[in-house]
């Protein structure tokens, strides 16, 4: 059976919060691109391989649902699983979890497309990228 | 007939941008807040009143999709509207737009409730506020 | 008598601020660099144009000292003026205040190169740009 | 002998990259930040005892030189030293290098002072504190 998800923990820093001594709203899409970034190096492949290859992953959808709030010095767990995969696009899903007590923070997804660099049109995932990202689609029973 | 929309202009910042040369996907969500903060001070009121009011408005949810990309010193445009207004939360929606020629850039919604900050629980968004966002709701004909 | 400062006015976002209630101290370098982004425009050029003629101006040296904390909702004038003028090489200092009441909240410098995108050395600040600049250096009696 | 240094690692993310293609250079303050985060921890303390204690450590002073410029994947080691340790205040020095060749990025330092968070006035540095920071002063000769 495969995998079917990744995580990856890091710590809630100062820069992260605003005034109201909560993680701001945004930086959990920051925080999803992190675990984004871990998530290709850790299948192998990362930016700058994609740049070279003459492809870019622009975002074309981005969403996150706010459970509970993270605070400064939280130990964050972010798992990453692939939602769907079409030739072009991938939905990948985020969910931020609280280290300490599994407590749910956040849930959400981005949409990428392949977009070749030259043409700036949607092209198809290299077959490479797309059998590696396929290993990690939720299991449907 | 009420007025349906705020709109407010500001400029993409270099800080703004990415290695990719255009504005960070996670900077939509800072560009969406900013609206939303100036569209309150329209209305008369900012986040300081709702503190002193014992109340905290933190987001729900957060969404956008993504049109074309923002570069660098471009004027942008952002509409601001209310989609949605129930007794303790409301749905606002963002359109970015590039002033020089009106193209979409992005689309996107926050969802915001009306928080207690004694009890931490969802309250009645008050009165008057609500009275005020009414008159934002997209026109239903 | 020359000029000898231009100065810009923005407010401080929600997300500008940090869990002391107060703007994090790296966002006055954002708020340098918004500055100087109007300071180059008002001038008549901007960063665009900078890479269309293949120059680069990357920071080698960035200081603040803060002085009071600005917080949510405060409107700052950020003074910017030029220090010195070398052949390659250009110190901008920053002032930022509180509109309401002239207080100084922080003051600070950014040194400027001009680099060659080709060769990636120290180059000559083009003549014009130079010209401009001077006109901005702060006046010795 | 004491120990006179801490260095931690962190990876370059994407959106701490700008248009130029490099770390935009207000986010070595962040990288600063997120080091002193870390010695403060390794020492046993964060920023929420100091809350507990009555106490702040707001920054007076931030100063950054660039050497050469970091890039997304980067892997970065940011050093932290003690380079004076006055009764209210502290000027703490930050070394960052990549990685991969030992090539020296960035040198700065950062100045906090301790604050009473009800009078708002300059006190003592906790002296548990003062013994371990002192651990990491600069070895004189």
Redesign the interface.
Known sequence: MPQSSFSTSF?V???D??????V????Y??FF??AE?EFYRHLGF???NFREMGL?F?????????KK?A???DLLVVEVGVEELKEKSAKLNFKVMKKENADLLALGHLVIVAVDKQTEHATRIPVDIATKLRLFMKQIL
Chains 1, 2, 3, 4 share one sequence.
């Open positions: 710590r820093t100062w820069v919060t605003d005034a109201a001594g909560v701001h709203y945004s930086n899409f920051r691109e992190r970034e990362d930016f700058t870019w622009p975002r074309v959808e981005a969403f996150c649902q706010y709030p605070r400064y010095g």
